[in-house]
């Protein structure tokens, strides 16, 4: 199967300079966990929620947040972003997919055309609902038996 079939799009994106404050916010609002990082259409990284995590206060949001902690909401994208991710065409196979995330320790994969517009993106979770779907579709009740 190629991955324009199993992509998600539209795809959530930042900018270079958006602030962490951000990036905390649209993933708190959301269920995902990578924004791709863009300017004028053209992609240039990825970030994931655990970049995130990694960047700010653990005290954020809590009773012990100090003006420190919450000064780390002011970093920007670029600070803490993936820079040149591996991407793929919309046109490749969920097996290409595969060989990229058991390659490089990755957890998405940004689709771009051949001017690197971002078109999509593909997660191990978007691999797996796949193979989920596929074996329900040919999943054969204990009680009976395939002939």
């Given at each position: ?29 959301s269920s995902f966990h ?59 196979d969920v097996f290409e ?15 771009t055309d051949t001017e ?32």
């Amino acid at each position: 199967m190629i991955l324009e079939k199993i992509m998600s799009k539209p795809v959530v994106t930042v900018e270079l300079n958006d602030s962490l404050r951000t990036v905390k916010e649209i993933f708190d609002s959301s269920s995902f966990h990578h924004l791709l990082v863009e300017e004028h259409g053209e992609l240039f990284g990825v970030i994931s929620d655990r970049d995130l995590l990694r960047a700010i206060s653990p005290h954020i949001g809590t009773l012990l947040e100090t003006n420190r902690d919450a000064a780390t909401l002011n970093k920007r994208v670029h600070q803490i972003m993936t820079r040149k991710p591996v991407t793929l065409r919309r046109s490749a196979d969920v097996f290409e997919a595969i060989a990229l995330f058991n390659r490089h320790r990755i957890s998405c994969i940004p689709i771009t055309d051949t001017e690197n517009r971002i078109e999509g993106i593909v997660s191990w979770r978007d691999i797996f609902r796949l193979l989920e779907a596929n074996r329900q579709k040919t999943a054969v009740p204990i009680n009976q038996s395939r002939t």
